[in-house]
């Protein structure tokens, strides 16, 4: 296998009791009252869905520390929520969603440049729109924030939102390439909000604009679930963060897995600053498994992760930094969820290319019998050895199992439980009337 090994500079802290930098409240919005509620109900409401059925919610609800509890979750074509949800018998999903469901916590940061695990969507200023997407120069214009331009995502995908070829208009307009303009989904989309009275009554409240004559855009949707998300899952006062404001010192086996979080470990090598992610992409050597990320002419099932959106070798089975707070609520963990276990995922993490020889645990899975080859990569030797070689190397932290039992303690300080509980909570009913899971 070709391996190259290099060393990492750690970051320079101030001192040992405040390794990184606190939050500062200045880099969270306040959104005004009118857009946070009407970003809520929409967030609980399926009528952004092609078929009615989904809503932002199903795949991060906060039941499940805002992700859906499994680690391949079921959009359109499902019964349910979360490890509870099941295939539609009248109209079965065609496969899995390809990536665990990623948590919301902190998303409204001021510092997020990059979004998705690929970081497909990129704050670009070059462009017209402010952001590199997938859509490149037909993206269009009048985001409020990075957060705002990935909510217009999963209303696109099959698999996610928008439905399949032929059962709804949102689909067909997809599978056409009718995105934006008139025709394009979005705005059929927008169309579909604004007929709803209650719907069209806070969009002008929120939106001056709109009470002034300009027509509902689906830019106005994504801002308002944009605003909520950012409010409604803002974590910043765990006991990480009081200790770093000087208010509550960690101590005992917290205060000495943050040492070795931000010493011998290395971990602080990527996971640094107040979001504990640098937002670059390894390769981990992480297990694929499910559906894998293919274009629609191609017929695998890997996922290459950032080499997707850069086309470069070099980013091969790359994925985005993950933020850490809450992480000890947000399993499985993993690009696609293959661990279930936060220690063990720990001791793979710790020496990826061992742990990935050694890898033979089967996660379970929803619904394995409407689904096959869920792990058709895992299970092939070539694959394995694609991934293994690709896989990001630095020295290795000899770790026993009390430095891994305080390296548990110290991410279980990173639990906000406002965060997890919310800030405004779920709706009892949503201006569609359509119902709220």
Excluded at 2 to 17: E, G, R, Y
Excluded at 236 to 256: E, V, W, Y
Excluded at 407 to 432: C, H, M, Y
């Amino acid at each position: 296998m070709k391996l190259a090994t290099f060393l990492i500079a750690l970051p320079v802290v101030a001192s040992a009791d405040m390794p990184v930098a606190p939050l500062d409240p200045m880099d969270f919005d306040i959104p005004l009252a009118a857009e946070l509620h009407l970003g809520q109900l929409l967030f609980y409401d399926p009528i952004l869905s092609g078929n009615r059925t989904v809503a932002c919610s199903t795949c991060h609800h906060p039941r499940f520390a805002t992700g859906d509890g499994v680690p391949l979750g079921i959009g359109d074509g499902g019964l349910g929520l979360g490890p509870d949800r099941t295939p539609d018998p009248n109209n079965p999903p065609e496969q899995r969603i390809p990536r665990n469901s990623l948590a919301l916590f902190n998303l409204g940061h001021g510092s997020i440049r990059t979004l998705f695990m690929d970081g497909r969507i990129e704050q670009d200023a070059t462009r017209p729109s402010g952001f590199r997407t997938p859509l490149e120069d037909d993206m269009v214009q009048g985001f409020d924030g990075i957060l705002s331009a990935q909510t217009m995502f999963p209303v696109l995908s099959p698999d996610e939102m928008a439905g399949h070829y032929q059962e709804n208009e949102i689909s067909q307009a997809v599978r056409q390439g009718f995105l934006t303009g008139p025709n394009g989904a979005w705005n059929r989309i927008a169309n579909r909000v604004a007929a709803v009275p209650d719907y069209q009554e806070r969009l002008e409240t929120a939106y001056p604009e709109i009470a002034a004559g300009r027509a509902v855009a689906f830019t106005d949707i994504s801002n308002a679930i944009a605003a909520f998300i950012g409010f409604e899952w803002r974590a910043d006062n765990s006991a990480f963060d009081q200790h770093l404001r000087g208010t509550a010192p960690l101590t005992g086996d917290a205060a000495s897995g943050m040492d070795l979080f931000f010493g011998d470990a290395g971990c602080s090598a990527c996971h640094s600053g107040p979001l504990l992610s640098d937002q670059q992409f390894y390769a981990m050597g992480e297990p694929q498994l499910g559906p894998g990320k293919a274009a629609s002419f191609e017929s695998h099932q890997r996922d290459v992760g950032r080499m997707r959106v850069t086309g470069l070798p070099r980013d091969a089975y790359a994925f985005r930094t993950p933020m850490l707070r809450n992480v000890t609520e947000t399993g499985p963990w993993g690009h696609a969820g293959a661990h279930g276990d936060l220690g063990a995922f720990l001791r793979f993490h710790a020496n990826p290319l061992r742990g990935l020889g050694e890898f033979d645990t089967r996660i379970k899975l929803p619904a394995p019998e409407y689904f096959t080859g869920d792990w058709a990569i895992m299970d092939s030797p070539e694959e394995r050895t694609a991934i293994a070689d690709a896989i990001y190397t630095r020295p290795i932290a000899e770790l026993g199992d009390a430095d891994f039992d305080a390296l548990l303690a110290f991410l279980g300080s990173l639990k906000d439980e406002q965060s997890l509980s919310g800030r405004l909570g779920i709706p009892s009913t949503v201006p569609s009337g359509l119902p709220v899971e």
